[in-house]
């Protein structure tokens, strides 16, 4: 399951999250960047102290 940002005005150019999958891009979405949990744990942890 994928999931796209509340905050994309237009839902062709953004960045999704799959659950146990890593990210994509909804221009592109065969490729895919898969991303542990650890460190999806840790750029949610930066991301919100900025």
Do not use: I, T
Not at 32 to 43: C, G, M
């Amino acid at each position: 399951m994928w999931r796209k940002s509340s905050y994309s005005a237009n839902f062709n150019n953004c960045v999704e999250v799959g659950h146990r999958v890593g990210l994509r891009d909804s221009k592109a979405p065969a490729k895919r960047l898969q991303v542990s949990a650890d460190a999806w744990s840790a750029f949610l942890r930066a991301v919100k102290c900025e």
